[in-house]
């Protein structure tokens, strides 16, 4: 199975660690976010990898020709990183995800490998790693669910929110194709600002999309310096 990794954006709210690194790069417990990622991937057999840069994305280039030479990695470059979100970057990579089933993350997630082999294990074509042990509020995806299909996801908290969703997960083909045409709508607007996870928003009330339950040991997001600080001290 393929696996794509959003890694373009700026990183802005790293502050100073992200000034002269991509957000992938940001070493926690002394190892790059990406490197993490990468080692996950590659011994569940995970490829071909497709890398959506941007910011310093040569450095991203540089970093996995060097520490992962024989891994099968497509870099696809967003030159237009810092007018766009990552909706932009995944209409750039259409035509590297073709008509086949794969894996999307964002380069700021950090998960167990036994995390990502319920994800691939899983029957469920569209699966969206979520975590019911977390605070509600602030602007990170929350999510409503029907047993373990996800029934409403919102920027914001929302009376039926149960936990959030996280930038990891796997999509089908129909689900590829839905968001495809919702961002073509947005794009032909000049809207090129859209989260992915925005799409999906819309999708979640049309197709089924259900959720991968995960936890702290499980799953970690390094948006913010406050949560890099958590990663370095509950890392394990």
């Not at 310093?56 to 979100?85: H, M, Q």
């Not at 936890?215 to 406050?226: A, Y």
């Amino acid at each position: 199975m393929k696996a794509l990794i959003l890694a373009a954006g700026l990183g802005s709210r790293l502050g100073e660690k992200t000034e002269t690194l991509p957000k992938a790069l940001v070493p926690v417990r002394g190892e790059p976010i990406l490197s993490w990622q990468m080692k996950a991937l590659l011994q569940q057999g995970i490829g071909p990898i497709g890398i959506v840069v941007g910011h310093c994305g040569e450095k991203i280039v540089s970093f996995v020709r060097e520490l992962f030479p024989t891994a099968a990695v497509s870099f696809i470059w967003n030159r237009d990183y810092r007018e766009s979100n990552s909706s932009w970057s995944f209409w750039l990579a259409r035509p590297w995800i073709g008509e086949e089933s794969y894996l999307h993350l964002n380069c700021d997630v950090l998960f167990s490998h036994d995390l990502l082999r319920r994800l691939l294990s899983s029957p469920q074509p569209n699966l969206i790693a979520v975590r019911l042990d977390v605070p509600m509020g602030g602007r990170l995806e929350h999510v409503a669910l029907e047993g373990d299909r996800i029934v409403e996801m919102s920027i914001t908290r929302t009376p039926r929110s149960v936990g959030k969703a996280f930038g990891l997960a796997k999509f089908g083909t129909q689900s590829t194709r839905f968001l495809e045409g919702r961002l073509r709508h947005y794009l032909e607007a000049g809207d090129r600002m859209l989260n992915c996870f925005g799409l999906v928003r819309e999708a979640v009330s049309i197709l089924d999309y259900r959720a991968l339950i995960a936890n702290s040991r499980d799953l970690l997001e390094i948006n913010t310096l406050e949560e890099w600080r958590e990663a370095n001290e509950d890392l394990s």
